[in-house]
């Protein structure tokens, strides 16, 4: 039974929980209503996650999720009352009004062009270039007031940003990365990435993934890392192999990644708004958007360089650790600008 499930999936539906049980309580506070998880998931044996609650989360994350992640989210709620009753407690994700939920979703989602599935917005270089700058610009103001804390916050976060994207990590990949997990490539200005988990990583090996110090473009994982590391040397401190650590203690580990992820909506956005960024009410960005920007940018610097066709197909499942090509064409998103220029020479 352990072999049947991957660590990483087991990861992925706790973290999709996570989600649901955030979205429900979101919705309680809304109608001045406390629920717990423990209303939510009930321990008695027998009992189901209520159906209003699965309604109500599907009819919020519409508006906020990809379907991939709502119905991943479902799948989570399954495997739940799957294990709590054996096989033998009915789950409420395949009562008819949820599944008749689920196809109004789909349909709402897929009025994209080609009929691509609504998915996180993809973080492009350029955007990553100015959150970068706005970062650093946040760092030397919390250095120059003595608030070495804050300065750690916002240099750990950019670490988490750039890596991200280059290696077009998942968030729980990320997450289990540390200081010694990043060594020097075989080509120079390189480093090789070892994913230690990741969700089709069945067999817990752990996957090198060689990325560029420095682009040609100004994004530099090394320069990130040294940004870090003066700023603990700044406060005195000494993290050991912890990469991403708690920002009042950089030697602990972060219990959850939620907070980094949250603070690129909560904090750098609005701080990039103030110098001109102009945000539509639809703008969203999630921790998939850095995956997703990675492996666009990867594409499109493909391309660039001639690699086309199946070897390009390759390159991109290997890179993303894809086992379905369908996930990776989730993730891709042309340039519908380009397309339309190249009928114009037809």
Request: hydrophobic share 45%; charged share 20%.
């Given at each position: ?5 991957a ?9 999709s ?23 939510i ?27 991939g ?7 989570s ?27 109004g ?40 007031r ?7 916050g916002?240099?750990r ?12 990590l998942r ?13 020097p490539g ?6 090789n ?31 990130r890392i ?27 580990p ?10 690129l ?7 990039m708004?103030?110098r ?22 990867i ?42 220029e ?5």
């Amino acid at each position: 039974m352990a072999q049947a499930q991957a660590a990483g999936t087991d990861a992925t539906y706790a973290s999709s929980r996570r989600r649901f049980i955030g979205v429900v309580q979101d919705i309680g506070r809304e109608s001045e209503v406390s629920i717990t998880e423990a209303h939510i998931f009930p321990s008695a044996a027998g009992q189901a996650v209520p159906k209003a609650f699965i309604l109500g989360f599907i009819a919020a994350a519409a508006f906020r999720f990809a379907t991939g992640t709502i119905e991943g989210t479902l799948s989570s709620l399954r495997q739940w009352h799957l294990n709590k009753g054996r096989g033998r407690l009915p789950s409420p994700t395949d009562d008819f009004d949820v599944r008749q939920a689920m196809e109004g979703v789909r349909s709402a989602h897929a009025g994209t062009i080609f009929s691509v599935q609504k998915a996180a917005l993809a973080i492009h270089p350029a955007m990553l270039l100015l959150l970068v700058f706005v970062g650093d610009t946040m760092i030397d103001e919390a250095l120059a007031r003595s608030d070495f804390r804050a300065a750690h916050g916002y240099a750990r976060d950019l670490v988490w940003y750039t890596v991200s994207f280059l290696a077009c990590l998942r968030r729980e990949e990320a997450a289990a990365l540390r200081r010694s997990d990043l060594t020097p490539g075989v080509i120079r200005g390189a480093i090789n990435i070892f994913i230690r988990k990741s969700k089709t990583d069945q067999y817990k090996t752990g996957f090198t993934l060689p990325v560029a110090g420095t682009t040609n473009s100004g994004i530099s994982l090394i320069d990130r890392i040294i940004k870090l590391d003066a700023v603990l040397k700044a406060w005195g401190r000494q993290p050991g192999d912890v990469l991403f650590g708690n920002m009042n203690d950089p030697s602990s580990p972060l219990a959850s990644s939620q907070s980094i992820v949250d603070r690129l909506m909560t904090v750098y956005v609005p701080e990039m708004c103030k110098r001109g960024l102009q945000v539509p009410v639809s703008f969203h960005y999630s921790g998939h958007s850095f995956r997703r920007g990675g492996i666009n940018a990867i594409r499109d610097a493909a391309r660039a360089a001639g690699v086309t066709g199946e070897q390009l197909r390759s390159i991109l499942m290997k890179f993303g650790r894809w086992v379905d090509p369908r996930s990776l064409e989730v993730y891709l998103a042309e340039d519908y600008i380009a397309m339309g220029e190249l009928t114009q020479r037809i």
